[in-house]
């Protein structure tokens, strides 16, 4: 059974740093492409970043560029977020999901996320 | 452009067919997939490519595409249908995901 866990999130104060873990079982990891994925508080999903399987590519959100990391370590099937300078702005659950089985660029022009974990709550607030 | 665009709310009567559409250029590139997202849970993916269910996924449930613009169409819609929906896909350079505003579907 696939499964994503996440964690690490919490209430952090204005310019203040967090890492959040995503760590997955069930499927080979290291095959799969990862994303992290933001809600705020009643409204809508916000892509944030993505990392192939190899981390060959990576990509950001420009919400985020320049303050998150995104990063994995497939001996350990774990996934990664490093956010810094962090805004209220930021303040959201924030999402692991899993890429479909084909590669970051495939030519089917399918893009999915097929599994997401339940989700860790991030409050950036004074 | 890298926005998908969603209508807010739609309703549909209980057993009625109700179709959630997304506009967007990148989408006469890439196929819009689409995940149904209930109170306080997780998104769950209810189509994906041309018009794929993942196993678990009910075949009322189905998804087109046309130009700009991509459709999710439940048959027969059922109260437990109702949710938000995202529409997703890459932005048209290929590299970044995008999502659609989201929409609430109503089943009266």
């Known amino acids: ?126 | 452009s890298s926005e998908l665009t969603q209508d807010p709310a739609v309703s549909v009567a209980l057993g009625q067919t109700v179709r959630i559409t997304c506009q967007g250029d990148s989408l006469r590139s890439y196929y819009a997939s689409w995940y149904q997202q209930k109170p306080g849970q997780a998104p769950v993916l209810v189509i994906y490519g041309k018009n794929n269910r993942p196993s678990g996924i009910p075949d009322r449930f189905s998804g087109s595409s046309s130009g700009n613009t991509a459709s999710l169409t439940i048959t027969g819609a059922q109260a437990e249908d109702e949710a938000d929906y995202y529409c997703n896909s890459r932005d048209s350079s290929g590299n970044r995901g995008v999502f659609g505003g989201g929409t609430k579907l109503t089943v009266l």
């Open chain 1, 1 to 126: 059974e696939v499964q994503l866990v996440e964690s690490g999130g919490g209430l952090v104060k204005p310019g203040g740093s967090l890492r959040l873990s995503c760590a997955a079982s069930g499927f080979t990891f290291s095959s799969y492409s990862m994303n992290w994925v933001r809600q705020a508080p009643g409204k809508g999903l916000e892509w944030v970043s993505s990392i192939s399987s190899s981390s060959s590519y990576i990509y950001y959100a420009d919400s985020v560029k320049g303050r998150f990391t995104i990063s994995r370590d497939n001996a350990k099937n774990s996934l990664y977020l490093q956010m810094n300078s962090l805004r209220a702005e930021d303040t959201a659950v924030y999402y692991c999901a899993r890429d479909g089985p084909k590669g970051y660029y495939d030519s089917s022009g399918e893009y999915y996320f097929d599994y997401w974990g339940q989700g860790t709550l991030v409050t950036v607030s004074s």
